[in-house]
């Protein structure tokens, strides 16, 4: 017995949604506030500038972009913010200070916005398995 595949317009509208997420416009960390980030549903990518790249760092997706990247990723302890814990935990940063400094720094965020959960899901799903970001494949999903 087969696997039945998703069809080809499935497929092709989850690159869509891919390739609108990675070539929005990015936002620096150390210029963002909650106004430029809308309280709707959707999927996110933090990247870091290394060199002369962007490296993903975590792709994530939220019911609520402003709090999960603002008040979360960027302002909350490192129990709501897995970026930093992760940061922390890699030796990168050596407390949640400087991982919130390092994140301000040398990190943007991109964002798409969706409703359905499981597009979500989806998306982000494609999107951590083209891009492997450094942080956020791990045991706890």
């Not at 970026?83 to 301000?104: H, N, P, Q």
Request: net charge positive; glycine share 6%; hydrophobic share 35%.
């Amino acid at each position: 017995m087969r696997i039945k595949l998703p069809n080809e317009a499935w497929l092709e509208f989850i690159r869509d949604r891919y390739e609108a997420l990675i070539n929005c416009e990015p936002v620096s960390f150390q210029d963002i506030v909650p106004s430029k980030i809308p309280k709707l549903a959707g999927v996110y990518l933090i990247t870091a500038r290394k060199s002369r790249y962007e490296v993903p760092y975590y792709i994530g997706r939220s019911e609520n972009l402003r709090r999960r990247i603002y008040t979360n990723h960027l302002m909350g302890p490192i129990t709501n913010a897995r970026l930093k814990k992760y940061l922390i935990g890699s030796g990168e940063c050596k407390d949640v200070a400087d991982a919130k400094e390092f994140i301000r720094k040398n990190c943007r965020v991109r964002w798409i916005e969706e409703n359905d959960t499981r597009i979500r899901g989806a998306i982000e799903g494609y999107a951590t398995g083209i891009l492997f970001p450094v942080y956020g494949i791990y045991q706890e999903h």
